[in-house]
């Protein structure tokens, strides 16, 4: 017989602009809560399962940009429905085999909780893996990005950094950000909500405007 293990009930899965689910947990740094990331930028993120090779890459790509996430107030935790001795043996492992200390604190959600939570399993992929999934959480711990990919394809790191600027760049500027954006392209400015506001902006030399809902600037 094969065993039934069921998920945690949750009335409601995290969405953009909804606060997020707060939590403790057991991590290979101790037990940490939610609430200790307050007043930085948070990239919460699980995998299906240690000593999987989809899985290592992806903790030696999350490894390489931990710096560049740091210098942009954003910490990194990973999870997944392994044990804490599992997430220890692994992040051993990798060190030795490829040289690559990880450095950012892993969740063992064995109970599912936090993965019940945040949505992160897929039964009809999965009952018992976490699928990839990534939720950023901005100082207030608001759920500002869900990305979620399948247990086949490993993330995209650079997508991951990108993604951050730009959230940052929108709470800094008041901008919005176009496809393939990166750091010094230049930014799109909100359309004006009146007729009047979008024949002004025509004329607005420090824009380029197209047509009055389509006006990008540069970032000084
Ligand atoms: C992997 O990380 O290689 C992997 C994990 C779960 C399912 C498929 C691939």
Redesign the pocket.
């Known amino acids: 017989m094969t065993e039934q293990i069921t998920q945690p009930e949750v009335k409601s899965l995290p969405r953009i602009g909804s606060k997020a689910p707060q939590f403790e947990a057991v991590t290979t740094h101790g037990k940490l809560k939610l609430e200790d990331y307050k007043g930085s930028w948070l990239v919460l993120f699980s995998h299906?399962?240690d000593f999987?090779?989809?899985?290592t890459t992806e903790f030696i790509g999350f490894q390489n940009i931990y710096p560049q996430l740091r210098e942009m107030n954003t910490e990194l935790l990973g999870l997944s429905i392994d044990s804490v001795h599992s997430h220890i043996a692994w992040v051993r492992n990798i060190e030795q085999n490829w040289g690559v200390k990880i450095e950012f604190p892993v969740i063992a959600d064995l109970s599912m909780d936090v993965a019940g939570k945040f949505g992160m399993i897929m039964p009809e992929e999965s009952s018992t893996?976490a699928s990839r999934a990534v939720f950023v959480m901005d100082p207030e711990q608001v759920v500002r990005a869900i990305i979620y990919y399948p247990?086949?394809t490993g993330r995209n790191m650079d997508e991951i950094l990108r993604l951050i600027t730009a959230l940052q760049t929108t709470d800094e500027h008041g901008v919005a950000t176009p496809a393939d954006w990166k750091k010094g392209d230049r930014v799109i400015v909100p359309p004006s909500a009146t007729q009047e506001g979008a024949a002004e902006r025509m004329n607005d030399e420090s824009l380029e405007c197209k047509d009055f809902y389509f006006c990008t600037k540069e970032l000084k």
């Open positions: 299906p399962a999987t090779p989809v899985c893996e247990l086949s």
